[in-house]
């Protein structure tokens, strides 16, 4: 199985395209297999930068669009549809391609799921409704290690390592210790980390966010919006989304808009690049330019 991860805008789709029409030229089949958290829901396809049919010149997709807004992926759901996909796929004699920037998806997939016990939904209720510095407070005194690991602003990963250690006594650490269900020792993996030079990167995404927003997410946040979705579901803070949402209600100008757009664009991607970076095995290869060459990363797989 080949793996292509990297930050928003850095080519992801194109090199997993482009590794595909390879494979085909040399009789093989390759599927492309979304792991990245936004595009597996249908209400987002230009936000989340979902390739078009004619992006995907041909080439067999799958896990996008799957999810309706309504229904929140988990990592855990995800990976499950991810296994069901990847094993259906090398039983057809082809190639998986996974593809995407969600390092959680990715990890859970390939090193299996921590067995944690569900949450108690007043445990839960009570650390969602603590401010964010209150939040970080708590985590320092309750599981330091884990604080440790996440900056101050990282709102969702505190309040998760927060309830853990609420509701079962036990840090996160403990249950991630006990994974199980991983692919990784399962399958040949090819993994492939794109890395490419920051400032392009980010001049990258910022033409992005200006270019979707000229064609099409507007109306995309309009019928989001239209369907009153509760507000915490993660189709509705997904990256646009709350900036557009503003412009729609006269917070934001249009100008404003895409700023703050652009902005929280570069700041996930900044996020995403230094998960990449540190959280893979240093031994997988790292790409960084946007010239990715296929034979430097997939040469197995391509003369197999």
């Not at 009570?126 to 309750?142: C, S």
């Not at 020792?185 to 000229?214: K, N, V």
């Not at 540190?278 to 391509?302: G, K």
């Amino acid at each position: 199985m080949a793996l292509i991860a990297g930050p928003t805008a850095s080519g992801k789709s194109d090199l997993a395209i482009r590794l595909a029409l390879a494979l085909a030229e040399r009789g093989r089949r390759g599927v492309v297999v979304n792991a990245d958290s936004a595009q597996v829901y249908s209400d987002l396809a230009v936000l989340s930068a979902r390739p078009s049919e004619a992006e995907m010149q041909g080439v067999e997709h799958r896990l996008f669009g799957s999810w309706d807004g309504s229904t929140p992926c988990s990592a855990a759901d995800w990976a499950k549809a991810a296994k069901r996909e990847i094993a259906d796929i090398h039983t057809q004699g082809a190639i998986p391609i996974l593809v995407g920037g969600t390092g959680l998806y990715i990890r859970t997939l390939l090193e299996g799921i921590a067995p944690i016990p569900e949450i108690d939904a007043e445990v839960r209720a009570a650390v969602r409704a603590l401010p964010k510095d209150a939040a970080y407070a708590a985590l320092k005194a309750e599981d330091p290690e884990r604080a440790a690991k996440l900056a101050p602003n990282d709102s969702s990963r505190i309040a998760r390592a927060l309830e853990v250690v609420r509701s079962t006594g036990k840090k996160l650490a403990h249950w991630q210790e006990r994974r199980t269900g991983g692919i990784e020792g399962d399958i040949a993996l090819h993994p492939a980390i794109l890395l490419p030079e920051r400032s392009r990167l980010y001049e990258r995404c910022d033409a992005r966010f200006a270019a979707m927003f000229e064609s099409g997410a507007v109306a995309e946040v309009e019928m989001l919006l239209e369907r009153n979705l509760p507000p915490e579901l993660p189709v509705m803070r997904a990256i646009g989304v709350p900036e557009i949402a503003a412009y729609l209600r006269g917070d934001l100008s249009r100008a404003a808009a895409i700023e703050s757009g652009a902005q929280a664009t570069r700041n996930y991607a900044k996020r995403q690049y230094t998960w990449l970076k540190h959280q893979f095995p240093p031994d997988w290869p790292r790409s960084t330019s946007f010239d990715y060459p296929l034979e430097a990363h997939f040469a197995i797989l391509l003369h197999n």
